[in-house]
């Protein structure tokens, strides 16, 4: 049961961003203090990843729980309750649907994706660092295996 009324929650729903959340930029300014440089929302790519380190070719998107349905199997069952379940069912079912797909077309054109949820961003941010860091030492790791063996 919504405890707004339709003005109160399209207005609320308005003030959604989509570009530059509090969640993109508290991550970015981490990864900057740690020297890594990046584009941010970057239309080249499918998806337009919310960080993209160009060098190591990491794709990084920084999901919020709701909306890229965190933990869908427990608010499936919520939404349904609701005055418009079947609207945030669909509408949270395609976007994880193109998360996949976007997840897919960046694999195939030889990128490593890296999804990121907004609380861990928040709470965990140094262990999330610690995820990127890790990926470029693999990359670097795998690119030379792969020049070794030729």
């Given at each position: 049961m919504d405890n707004?009324?339709?003005q109160q929650r399209r207005k609320n729903m308005q003030h959604i961003k989509s570009k530059d959340t509090s969640i993109e930029i508290k991550f970015r300014k981490a990864l900057w203090q740690k020297g890594y440089r990046y584009r941010k929302n970057y239309k080249g790519l499918p998806g337009k990843p919310d960080?993209?380190?160009t060098k190591e070719k990491i794709a990084i998107f920084c999901?919020?729980?709701?909306?890229?349905?965190?933990d869908w199997e427990v608010l499936k069952p919520r939404l349904e309750k609701t005055n418009n379940g079947e609207y945030w069912q669909k509408k949270i079912s395609r976007n994880m649907e193109h998360d996949?797909?976007?997840?897919?077309?960046?694999l195939f054109l030889g990128w490593?994706?890296?999804r990121f949820w907004g609380e861990d961003i928040l709470k965990k941010t140094d262990e999330c660092i610690h995820v990127i860091?890790?990926?470029i030492f693999d990359n670097k790791l795998r690119v030379s295996m792969d020049a070794f063996s030729e």
């Open positions: 707004l009324t339709p960080i993209v380190l999901d919020s729980e709701f909306f890229h349905g965190k996949d797909e976007v997840n897919k077309q960046l490593t994706v890296i860091e890790e990926t």
